[in-house]
């Protein structure tokens, strides 16, 4: 097995090498019959040392890049890191063909292993294959392969250290300009996003809701303006402006995931953390994401209980639950909760019949296991219901719900004639004597999401209506009479409704 194993790294090494030596000189043979290949740099780039002994860090990659194809423990491992060097290398090939740059500043005479070193790599590389660095990509591929196996902290401090003089060294070595350092980042978080150390690659799939295209188009535009205000701001005022380009990278990111990479985009895995490439890339969006929760939030209440011991809210008040349900891709895990689920959504978008069923079984799952009397709870919950819908029969035919758009964005939904303060209130006398029966032990449940308006509210009225027994109206009312501006689409009613109907032949 061994024997095997080896021979399918040294092979997958020599197919992969072959691959990036014809690809490389490729390119650069392309670039050199050009008449006028563009050179950018800053200014303050000519004030860069350079470092004859940067040679040798710079080098190590190679080593490093090789070695790595015998350090995979199995095959699944080898066509993981097999993949990501391809698919550094496809872009990295990409940009040289379509926007070729060059590196024209002469190097200083060097003699001695750097010499050999430097006349080594001048045999093949010429100084084109500019941005974004190839080597810099490699870093960050190969640099999170090797992190990922050490377990000593000092071991992972000597290797971050290392690889960071490696990336150094791309401008002390002459090698590269400045702008293909930042560039080379995002290409190689990028890869580590499509396809992680670690789990499931990144999906691809069309969306078919209009809704999720508005929101692409909206992102979409944001990162074509944030751009255009980059090189703008960088030609009137300063070149600082063109960390702009960061943010609008992000933004056409979070525009793909509306598009066609779903909630994914965000790489929050089941502890509800994001993957270090996206916070890299998404880390504008991700900004801007807290401070548009702290503004719709100003002066209003983080969570309200729902039932006893079950509460909706945002996920900024999730410190103080037991037990906490996150539909929020956009935030990670909060702080506190000792039991916690994570179930990322894409906000503003109305959550398919997967993401309600899995929300809803999860909410089960946490309200039995964290509440007391959560076994029970469905039962009283369905006490509680009739409350609601004790003349049930006798209006339904008149109830019309009405939609309309809030200030943000959302269908919310309203129930005309239902207004039933009466009944409303005979549900608050009724949650307030059920207290004493449920979470006897004083912990609480929470499902959240940045709001705790759309996405948790659809899934908790899921939840009320496949496991309480609860009628979408009626459920709805429950959720509209403790939580105010509760924001849910006209589409959930038929797709919960499926859902029901699914869970009751089972």
Wanted: positive net charge.
């Amino acid at each position: 097995m061994k024997t095997k194993l080896f021979l399918s790294q040294l092979a997958a090494l020599v197919v992969v090498a072959a691959i990036f030596y014809a690809s490389y000189g490729a390119t650069n043979a392309l670039a050199s019959a050009r008449a006028n290949v563009p050179e950018i740099y800053f200014a303050w780039e000519r004030a860069v040392p350079f470092w004859a002994w940067s040679i040798v860090p710079y080098w190590s990659l190679n080593l490093l890049y090789a070695l790595g194809f015998f350090l995979c423990k199995g095959a699944g491992e080898l066509a993981r890191y097999v993949t990501q060097l391809l698919a550094a290398q496809l872009i990295a090939t990409l940009f040289f063909i379509i926007f070729p740059l060059q590196m024209s500043w002469e190097k200083p005479a060097v003699s001695g292993l750097s010499g050999f070193l430097f006349s080594s790599l001048a045999a093949f590389d010429l100084p084109f294959n500019q941005a974004p660095s190839l080597h810099i990509i490699l870093c960050v591929v190969v640099g999170a392969f090797y992190l990922r196996k050490a377990r000593a902290i000092w071991l992972k401090a000597a290797l971050v250290a290392w690889f960071a003089l490696i990336g150094l060294s791309v401008l002390t070595t002459y090698q590269h300009h400045f702008i293909d350092i930042p560039t080379g980042l995002a290409a190689g978080c990028f890869v580590l996003l499509v396809r992680p150390i670690e789990g499931e690659p990144l999906r691809f799939a069309v969306a078919t809701e209009a809704a999720r295209y508005k929101w692409a188009a909206l992102y979409l535009g944001l990162a074509f303006l944030t751009l255009f205000v980059a090189i703008l701001g960088a030609q009137i005022w300063s070149s600082w402006m063109l960390w702009l380009s960061w943010a609008s990278l992000s933004f056409a990111l979070v525009a793909c995931g509306y598009a066609f990479l779903g909630a994914g985009v965000f790489a929050k895995n089941r502890q509800g953390r994001h993957a270090a490439a996206a916070k890299a890339l998404l880390f504008p969006y991700l900004c801007v994401a807290r401070l548009n929760a702290l503004f719709w939030l100003r002066g209003r209440r983080l969570s309200d209980e729902i039932l006893p011991g079950l509460y909706l809210g945002s996920v900024k008040a999730a410190r103080k639950f037991d037990a906490v349900l996150d539909c929020a891709a956009e935030f990670v895990r909060p702080g506190g909760a000792q039991i916690y689920a994570s179930l990322p959504m894409l906000d503003m978008i109305t959550p398919g019949a997967d993401e309600l069923k899995c929300g809803a079984d999860e909410l089960e799952r946490l309200v039995k296991t964290t509440l007391c009397g959560g076994a029970n709870l469905p039962q009283m919950t369905a006490e509680l219901g009739s409350n609601f819908g004790a003349e049930a029969n006798g209006y339904a035919s008149e109830r019309n719900l009405k939609f309309h758009r809030q200030a943000d964005a959302r269908v919310n939904l309203q129930t005309r004639g239902a207004a039933n303060e009466s009944k409303i209130a005979e549900a608050k006398q009724t949650l307030t004597g059920s207290n004493e029966r449920a979470a006897e032990n004083g912990k609480k449940v929470l499902v959240c999401c940045a709001l705790g308006y759309g996405r948790s509210a659809s899934v908790l009225l899921a939840w009320l209506v496949i496991y309480a027994g609860l009628g979408f109206d009626e459920a709805l009312n429950l959720l509209k009479s403790r939580r105010e501006k509760i924001a849910v689409a006209s589409s959930l009613r038929e797709r919960i409704a499926r859902l029901a109907a699914e869970a009751r032949e089972i």
